[in-house]
């Protein structure tokens, strides 16, 4: 490896180390939330499918949040401009509350019909709805933690909301178990447990702020104009991106939840297990994130070599992941449920789990470069075209009666279009005319 190989993967892997903990201890709360729930029976576990993809949309509608924040706090510290990244930190967090407050406003109001949308039948109902509007309590919380982690990263901080997240885990962790069988919460339990996690973590990020005010030069105000207008620009194109990977994945759930009860709960523990992998090796899209916001300005030429040695990592991180996943095929399925018909029905889509690895890595690290690049309209545009892509593969699958299988073929369409449109965009877009990297101080930080 060469001397400007190992320098790009220092900084790379010093971004991205920390990241990894930190989006994987996400995932892994909603994992625990499945493996707990899993032991309740099946109708508890496709309440929890149906009520957890209805949150992730209110959420994931709000990621805009995070990945606006980082390139552009990331910008600002580039150009020495410490009160601009303090002005857009603050009016972020500002900006967080409130969505975070509007959103379980309407979630309470609306927590039954969105359910019903879903396809969810009247047994599925009544534990889904209650356990939608608990987890909505902690929505101001976990929007102002989403701005954090993205301000931290800005600054090129990732080991601080690892902390963090850690402890929102160990929380979650220990509430768990209490929550739903030593006080027979069931369901509800799981709902309360994560809910106080999240704004525990939204606590501390709040302190550390306060401590750190000097060093982030962070200005609390309410959202305004002059702060808001970057966010609020690369924020409409971010919820359209958002609001269409998360339409592809309702729409595939709402399949799921109309052939029945068993298939539901097993394409739950099939998304989770999936989002789990995904984040996993987001960790080096948040690295691209930061280092390409930070150097694409003023270092072109950096730019250009963080992402190949990004894309290089990310295609190595997924072929790793095929291999783990198919070792642990004979007996992951059965860690999620008791139910046998639960755990054939994952069987039967195990595999595209294990073969999207790949493909999934670099889509993901490609859609980090982009965000760090500020190219929010060409992510708006692709990914309204891969939820299109999704959208008619689920028609055929709904009218075929194609099963579970058929609802995961929709995702892989969704991330072969992904992948297209990325490509042609780093073949023919910024990347095709940066400069080579100079000989000296490759990392340039």
Do not use: C
């Not at 160990?170 to 739903?180: M, Q, R, V």
Request: charged share 10%; net charge neutral.
């Amino acid at each position: 490896m060469s001397t400007i190989g190992r320098a790009l993967d220092r900084d790379i892997f010093r971004l991205a180390l920390p990241a990894l903990g930190t989006l994987a201890a996400d995932p892994l709360v909603s994992l625990i939330d499945t493996a707990f729930v899993g032991q309740l029976g099946s109708t508890a576990l496709g309440g929890l499918g149906v009520a957890t993809a209805v949150f992730s949309i209110a959420f994931f509608m709000f990621n805009f949040l995070a990945y606006g924040t980082t390139p552009l706090v990331a910008g600002a510290v580039a150009r020495g401009d410490t009160a601009e990244a303090g002005r857009i930190a603050g009016a972020a967090l500002g900006l967080g509350f409130l969505l975070g407050v509007g959103s379980t406003a309407l979630l309470q109001i609306a927590a039954e019909p969105l359910l019903g949308l879903m396809g969810a039948d009247s047994e599925l109902l009544s534990s889904a709805a209650l356990y939608l509007r608990i987890r909505a309590l902690g929505m101001p919380a976990l929007l102002v933690a989403t701005v954090a982690h993205g301000v931290f990263r800005g600054h090129q901080d990732t080991r601080t909301p690892l902390w963090v997240v850690l402890g929102i885990s160990g929380a979650n962790l220990i509430l768990d178990p209490i929550l739903i069988f030593g006080l027979d919460w069931g369901l509800a339990g799981a709902a309360w447990a994560t809910m106080l996690a999240q704004w525990i973590g939204a606590a501390v990020f709040v302190f550390l702020f306060v401590g750190r005010r000097d060093q982030l030069a962070l200005q609390w105000a309410w959202p305004g104009k002059r702060s808001l207008g970057p966010l609020v620009g690369a924020g409409r194109a971010l919820i359209i991106r958002s609001g269409s990977l998360l339409a592809a994945f309702t729409l595939a759930t709402a399949v799921a939840t109309r052939q029945g009860e068993e298939v539901v709960a097993a394409h739950q523990v099939a998304v989770q297990l999936w989002i789990f992998l995904a984040l996993v090796v987001d960790a080096l899209a948040i690295s691209a994130q930061a280092l390409i916001g930070l150097h694409l300005t003023e270092r072109r030429d950096l730019a250009r070599a963080y992402s190949h040695r990004l894309l290089g990592w990310g295609l190595v991180s997924g072929l790793a992941l095929l291999v783990a996943m198919a070792a642990g095929g004979s007996f992951l399925p059965a860690l999620f449920s008791n139910d046998l018909d639960v755990i054939r029905q994952v069987e039967s889509v195990y595999p595209f789990i294990v073969l999207m690895q790949p493909l999934n890595a670099v889509v993901f690290v490609w859609d980090g470069i982009a965000i760090g690049a500020s190219r929010f309209a060409f992510l708006a545009a692709s990914t309204v075209a891969s939820s299109l892509a999704t959208a008619a593969v689920l028609v055929v699958v709904q009218l075929q009666s194609w099963g579970l299988p058929g609802v995961w073929w929709s995702l892989v369409a969704m991330m072969a279009v992904r992948f297209g449109s990325l490509a042609w965009w780093h073949l023919t877009g910024w990347l095709s005319t940066a400069a080579d990297p100079s000989p000296g101080s490759p990392a340039g930080v």
